[in-house]
């Protein structure tokens, strides 16, 4: 299994709170992404990072912020948390180094509660 | 736009016997391919996937999964399901180039009858 950690693991907040999740990797690899899992919904995606400091936003990014200052730590921030941003987010990470190395590989997911 | 679309929401099979969970994709060029396994509270897991060459894929417990370029479609199959094998499975889809991000579907949940 690819080595990666997202903590915590479960989390209950208030409306209007930041929050912040944490994603580490020990593979070293270079691409790192949030998504989002909704039923019905599949995974969507949040933010993703191509390397150190280098961040852009996917499909569902309004309301989130991200930060990547090592390669090993992915950072997802909601700013003032919402009821809408219940879920359960889910990092991954890829090497993509080239043909054939796009495999992502998912930590075990953060079940969030905005109450 | 680029999709991914699993038409089935949910599957039930009786134990023992055949399986195949559909998945179709619109992409402007053939995308890499992934299925996917998510068992109850759990994260991720990669049974296949498929970026060129031979369509038809082996992967992880017992599972393969055809490409069809002139369906668009990547369907999963196994010949004898397991009650393990309950779960939900998902489709994805990403390219190469860009922010690689994948696409998935919005999954189909198996259920495995005794």
């Known amino acids: 299994d690819a080595g990666i950690t997202q903590s915590p693991r479960h989390k209950v907040t208030e409306t209007g709170t930041p929050v912040t999740l944490r994603c580490h990797q020990t593979?070293?690899?270079?691409?790192m992404y949030w998504y989002r899992q909704d039923p019905g919904h599949g995974l969507r995606l949040i933010h993703y990072?191509?390397?150190?400091?280098?961040?852009d936003k996917g499909e569902v990014s309004d309301g989130y912020s991200v930060s990547r200052s090592k390669t090993e730590d992915f950072l997802l921030t909601l700013e003032s948390a919402t009821s809408s941003q219940t879920s359960v987010y889910f990092c991954?990470?890829?090497?993509?180094?080239?043909?054939?190395?796009?495999?992502?590989?998912f930590g075990p997911g953060t079940r969030l509660t905005v109450l | 736009a680029q999709s991914v679309t699993q038409p089935d929401i949910h599957i039930t099979v009786s134990e023992g016997a055949s399986l195949e969970l559909r998945c179709n994709y619109s992409?402007?060029?053939?995308?890499?391919l992934f299925w996917y396994v998510q068992s109850p509270g759990q994260g991720l897991q990669l049974l296949l996937k498929?970026?060129?060459?031979?369509?038809l894929v082996q992967g992880i417990k017992g599972f393969e999964a055809e490409f069809k370029r002139s369906q668009s479609s990547f369907n999963l199959r196994k010949p004898s399901v397991h009650w393990s094998d309950a779960a939900e499975y998902f489709c994805?889809?990403?390219?190469?180039?860009?922010?690689?991000?994948?696409?998935f579907g919005s999954g189909t949940r198996l259920q495995v009858q005794p």
């Open positions: 992409y402007g060029a053939t995308p890499y």
């Open positions: 994805a889809a990403g390219l190469d180039t860009g922010r690689r991000a994948l696409t």
């Open positions: 593979e070293n690899h270079r691409y």
């Open positions: 991954a990470i890829s090497e993509s180094r080239g043909f054939n190395t796009d495999t992502q590989y």
């Open positions: 498929y970026f060129s060459g031979d369509t």
């Open positions: 990072s191509y390397g150190v400091k280098d961040t």
